[in-house]
């Protein structure tokens, strides 16, 4: 059975930081590009950071360029957000999502809020 559970959010002052991670199970990690994405109330949900399979590659939304880093250790089946710098509109639910080819799994999020 497949699971994306994801931890670390809570609440921060602006100009905090938080890492999240998210662990996986239940299918082969190492071959799923993994992706950070995050909903805010009343809005859709936005890819925020996305990695390669393999860590070669990652890209980020303009958002978060330069303070958000995407990476992944393959070993321990766990993909991390580190977040600095953090400003009251990141504040959102994180949701970690695996993708191959034809499938597509979701995690059930951890909430983020930036707020004094």
């Known amino acids: 059975q497949v699971h994306l559970v994801e931890s670390g959010g809570g609440l921060v002052q602006p100009g905090g930081s938080l890492r999240l991670s998210c662990a996986a199970s239940?299918?082969?990690?190492?071959?799923?590009?993994m992706s950070w994405y995050r909903q805010a109330p009343g809005k859709e949900r936005d890819l925020v950071a996305h990695?390669?399979?393999?860590?070669?590659?990652?890209n980020y939304s303009d958002s978060v360029k330069g303070r958000f880093t995407i990476s992944r250790d393959n070993g321990k089946n766990t993909v991390y957000l580190q977040m600095n710098s953090l400003k009251p509109e990141d504040t959102a639910m994180y949701y970690c999502?695996?993708?191959?080819?034809?499938?597509?799994?979701w995690g059930q999020g951890t909430q983020v809020t930036v707020s004094s």
């Open positions: 999502k695996a993708g191959t080819y034809g499938r597509v799994y």
């Open positions: 990695i390669s399979s393999i860590g070669g590659r990652s």
């Open positions: 239940g299918f082969t990690f190492s071959s799923y590009a």
